[in-house]
């Protein structure tokens, strides 16, 4: 990127994922399995049966929670635009300045920051740059 290239980036996901580390009290090969040995042969034709019932039960749940997930993704993206047009999400105008470092700016509102990319570019051209979360370099997991 040479100096003063700007552009208006967008990121699909305005929020940074945050980084889970495992808790360490947490022990999962301590996992006990339960003893289907008894004398009348219940405890395998319990399994049998959940061997058999638990994946419809898990083929059902998916065919009925499918378009519940596909409805709450739309109003989440609905809800997420809107907020991007009002400026509760600002926008991002990132250039590169004389010293080659990475700048950001936020903009509330979209000809705001269109103006700013034309006056550092100094032409009509606005370069957009879309990625999901943000830079590489700010979703990288910190140093330990």
Same mark, same amino acid.
């Given at each position: ?44 034709? @319990? ?5 058999? /019932? +638990?994946? &419809? %039960? $898990?083929?059902? !749940?998916?065919? @009925? ?5 596909? /409805? +709450?993704? &739309? %109003? $989440?993206?609905? !809800?997420?635009? @809107? ?62």
């Amino acid at each position: 990127m040479k100096p003063a290239d700007a552009a208006l980036e967008i990121r699909a996901l305005p929020w940074r994922p945050r980084y889970r580390k495992p808790e360490a009290g947490l022990d999962v090969t301590d996992i006990g399995v339960p003893d289907l040995d008894d004398d009348f042969g219940v405890g395998i034709v @319990v399994a049998i049966a959940l061997i058999v /019932l +638990l994946p &419809v %039960i $898990v083929v059902l !749940l998916a065919i @009925v929670l499918l378009p519940v997930e596909a /409805l +709450l993704a &739309v %109003i $989440v993206g609905a !809800l997420v635009l @809107v907020a991007r047009f009002t400026g509760v999400i600002p926008w991002t105008v990132t250039y590169t300045d004389a010293h080659l470092d990475l700048v950001s700016e936020k903009h509330r509102f979209l000809p705001g920051a269109v103006r700013r990319v034309r006056e550092l570019n100094g032409d009509r051209r606005v370069r957009v740059r879309w990625s999901w979360t943000g830079p590489a370099a700010a979703t990288q997991a910190p140093a330990i």
